[in-house]
């Protein structure tokens, strides 16, 4: 069975810093991986997937992604953080089956910024 | 830009009691999804639903669950007959065909007293 491993539960970095959090993944094939965003109180926010193809993703508010297949690793980056970004980000998997597929999820890392 | 919406936001039920939780998926989408997520534990696939049948699902989702698309809107899931630790976030998604982008609602906060 798959799973994912977000080995960081919180993060703290000060605004304008760069940010990387860190997933490492289990699954048998090529995996479709995600990552997503939950600010408080709020659902769950597509930032980046990888499918195929190039393995540096580039998502939405300048966050990317690096598919490393050797590593079995698919980490969260970003240049400088803003206070905004300030959240839970949850890392997952997708094991395709028939046409539809289940998303097994990462514990997710907490962001703070701090100013 | 199209979203999934759920309903309640919020519900309180008493333990024994069913409850359905309402969800709209986006318009043209065609696979839908429930998902839970208690209180600082992970997000768990419940389900997955196409062509108003079950595809998948997992250990969690036993015979006190049901999923049902009752119109051309609306996926809901019910809980016959609550327990304490039903209590939970659950999340709603949808899918397009072909398209392996799951959009997730706000979620239903379920409290089970």
């Known amino acids: 069975a798959q799973s994912v491993t977000q080995p960081d539960i919180h993060i703290t970095v000060s605004e304008g810093a760069s940010l990387e959090l860190r997933c490492n993944y289990s699954?048998?094939?090529?995996?479709?991986l995600f990552w997503y965003v939950q600010s408080p109180g709020q659902g769950l926010q597509l930032l980046l997937k990888y499918f195929s193809g190039d393995t540096l993703v580039q998502g939405i508010k300048d966050f990317e992604a690096e598919f490393k297949r050797s590593q079995s690793s698919y980490n969260l980056r970003k240049p400088s953080v803003h206070w905004s970004d300030a959240a839970e980000y949850f890392c997952a998997v997708g094991d395709s089956g028939a046409g539809s597929y289940q998303l097994t999820f990462g514990k997710g890392t907490k962001l703070s910024v701090i100013p | 830009e199209p979203e999934v919406t759920q309903t309640p936001s919020h519900q309180v039920t008493q333990m024994g009691q069913e409850v359905i939780l309402r969800c709209v998926p986006i318009s043209n989408h065609l696979y839908f999804y429930w998902y839970r997520q208690i209180l600082g534990q992970k997000v768990e696939f419940l389900v997955s639903f196409y062509n108003n049948e079950i595809s998948e699902k997992s250990e969690i989702f036993d015979d006190q669950f049901s999923v049902e698309r009752p119109d051309g809107s609306n996926f809901t899931l019910k809980i016959r007959s609550t327990k304490l630790e039903d209590s939970a976030m659950y999340f709603c998604a949808s899918s397009g065909v072909g398209s392996y982008e799951q959009y997730f609602g706000p979620g239903t906060r379920l409290t089970v007293t």
């Open positions: 699954y048998g094939a090529t995996p479709y």
